[in-house]
């Protein structure tokens, strides 16, 4: 049996510990409290723009937005050693310069462009057969059966040019032999890169290209071809001398692949008529494949397509419809199919019926008429 005295001691000692070890936990909490409350802060802070110097003055610099415009501004007096072509983190409010960034940072290209692997099948594309044909023979055969070429002794095109009107397919015969021959898909469209990319367009292309080769096979797809290869541009301004460097890039990286690689391209454009004939030169994009507006027949397939899931009255006069459809692109049949959904929906229905479709189709045209081709491509 312990002594009064020594259990005094033990009750001491352990109310002492008690203290201690609460006390610890206690700091050790406001601790993390504290913490977190900085990294609350953090986020509620506005993001900072990535910019880069171009030069310096005093406590002050011209600074290139990635949009391309220029700024005079401040810069915070704790960055040491700034120089030109660093690049550097700008508040969003007054631009002032907060910080620098590593400079050898490797441009990540994958940021820019839109890469993926499309799902699109051949049978989703109505009244294109004969330019199906064409694209399978060119572009998936030779990546598919390279060894076939080399024995027969012939070199395939590097690549096509698909060339028609807005909405007619092109895009989707792209995705879809990026499908049929499981590439990635690497899209890149030439108003984006004349505009946005100012000063980095030639960097963005090299890189695309060494993209696509590490992620072979691989379908480099150049939307809007002709913003960057036209036969418009006069090389006067310093901004038409970047679009120059742009192309030139382009074409040197063309060039210097090989077409039995397993990197293909192809261009697209609705503007054949302007295009550089540079770029359709024998090595380069030298097949043209043209899309155009699918006809009677096509119309009839293409509605089949986006009416697959729809139901749809029996007793529809389609003949009628498709006439009344006869100048319309598969982007414009594909709207009249939503639209004639709407109004079902509208009138609360599941089935579609004929009224449904007409007024469907003038609506396609009038929105046509008041806001222009590029209305249609809200529909995707
Ligand atoms: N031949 C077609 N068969 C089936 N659907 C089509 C066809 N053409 C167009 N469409 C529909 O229209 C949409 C737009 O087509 P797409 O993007 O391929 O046109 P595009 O020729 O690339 O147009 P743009 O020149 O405006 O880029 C497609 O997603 C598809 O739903
Ligand atoms: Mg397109």
């Given at each position: 049996?312990?002594?009064?005295?020594?259990?005094?001691?033990?009750?001491?000692?352990?109310?002492?510990?008690?203290?201690?070890?609460?006390?610890?936990?206690?700091?050790?909490?406001?601790?993390?409290?504290?913490?977190?409350?900085?990294?609350?802060?953090?986020?509620?802070?506005?993001?900072?723009?990535?910019?880069?110097?171009?030069?310096?003055?005093?406590?002050?610099?011209?600074?290139?937005?990635?949009?391309?415009?220029?700024?005079?501004?401040?810069?915070?007096?704790?960055?040491?050693?700034?120089?030109?072509?660093?690049?550097?983190?700008?508040?969003?409010?007054?631009?002032?310069?907060?910080?620098?960034?590593?400079?050898?940072?490797?441009?990540?290209?994958?940021?820019?462009?839109?890469?993926?692997?499309?799902?699109?099948?051949?049978?989703?594309i109505?009244?294109l057969?004969e330019q199906i044909e064409e694209i399978k023979?060119v572009i998936?055969?030779?990546?598919?059966?390279?060894?076939?070429?080399?024995?027969?002794?012939?070199?395939?095109p590097?690549g096509i040019l698909l060339h028609g009107p807005p909405g007619t397919g092109k895009t989707l015969l792209a995705k879809a032999v990026a499908?049929?021959?499981?590439?990635?898909f690497?899209e890149?469209?030439g108003?984006?890169?004349?505009?946005?990319?100012?000063?980095?367009?030639?960097?963005?292309?090299?890189?695309?290209?060494?993209?696509?080769?590490?992620?072979?096979?691989?379908i480099i797809f150049i939307d809007e071809i002709d913003?960057?290869?036209?036969?418009?541009?006069?090389?006067?301004?310093?901004?038409?001398?970047?679009?120059?460097?742009?192309?030139?890039?382009?074409?040197?990286?063309?060039?210097?692949?090989?077409?039995?690689?397993?990197?293909k391209v192809i261009g697209c454009t609705n503007r054949k008529?302007?295009l550089?004939?540079?770029v359709i030169?024998?090595?380069?994009l030298d097949r043209l494949v043209e899309v155009p507006n699918?006809?009677?027949?096509?119309?009839?397939?293409?509605?089949?397509?986006?009416?697959?899931?729809?139901?749809?009255?029996?007793?529809?006069?389609?003949?009628?419809?498709?006439?009344?459809?006869?100048?319309?692109s598969g982007?414009?049949?594909?709207?009249?199919?939503?639209?004639?959904?709407?109004?079902?929906?509208?009138?609360?229905?599941?089935?579609?019926?004929?009224?449904?479709?007409?007024?469907?189709?003038?609506?396609?045209?009038?929105?046509?008429?008041?806001?222009?081709?590029?209305?249609?491509?809200?529909?995707?």
């Amino acid at each position: 049996m312990p002594s009064k005295d020594e259990l005094k001691k033990a009750l001491f000692s352990y109310s002492t510990n008690y203290n201690t070890s609460l006390e610890d936990e206690n700091k050790m909490l406001k601790e993390t409290v504290g913490q977190l409350r900085l990294e609350l802060d953090k986020f509620r802070e506005p993001a900072l723009l990535v910019a880069e110097v171009i030069e310096l003055s005093g406590k002050n610099a011209i600074i290139k937005l990635p949009n391309g415009n220029n700024f005079f501004v401040n810069v915070s007096s704790s960055i040491k050693k700034l120089k030109s072509g660093d690049s550097i983190l700008v508040e969003q409010k007054n631009l002032t310069v907060v910080d620098k960034i590593a400079t050898n940072k490797k441009f990540n290209v994958e940021q820019f462009v839109i890469m993926e692997k499309p799902t699109i099948s051949w049978k989703d594309i109505g009244g294109l057969d004969e330019q199906i044909e064409e694209i399978k023979e060119v572009i998936e055969l030779p990546l598919k059966k390279p060894e076939l070429f080399k024995k027969v002794g012939i070199t395939p095109p590097k690549g096509i040019l698909l060339h028609g009107p807005p909405g007619t397919g092109k895009t989707l015969l792209a995705k879809a032999v990026a499908a049929s021959t499981n590439s990635t898909f690497i899209e890149i469209v030439g108003s984006e890169l004349v505009q946005k990319f100012i000063g980095e367009g030639a960097k963005l292309v090299k890189e695309v290209f060494t993209l696509a080769k590490e992620k072979a096979p691989s379908i480099i797809f150049i939307d809007e071809i002709d913003a960057l290869a036209s036969n418009r541009i006069d090389v006067g301004t310093s901004g038409e001398r970047e679009v120059q460097r742009t192309f030139m890039q382009f074409l040197a990286e063309l060039d210097g692949f090989k077409p039995l690689g397993n990197v293909k391209v192809i261009g697209c454009t609705n503007r054949k008529d302007i295009l550089d004939p540079a770029v359709i030169r024998p090595g380069r994009l030298d097949r043209l494949v043209e899309v155009p507006n699918p006809g009677l027949e096509g119309i009839k397939q293409i509605f089949k397509i986006h009416t697959k899931r729809m139901e749809v009255d029996k007793k529809i006069n389609v003949d009628k419809l498709f006439k009344s459809m006869e100048d319309f692109s598969g982007a414009e049949i594909k709207a009249v199919c939503t639209e004639a959904g709407y109004f079902a929906i509208r009138a609360d229905r599941t089935k579609i019926s004929e009224v449904d479709f007409k007024k469907a189709i003038e609506k396609v045209k009038n929105e046509e008429d008041a806001y222009g081709k590029d209305y249609i491509k809200m529909y995707g």
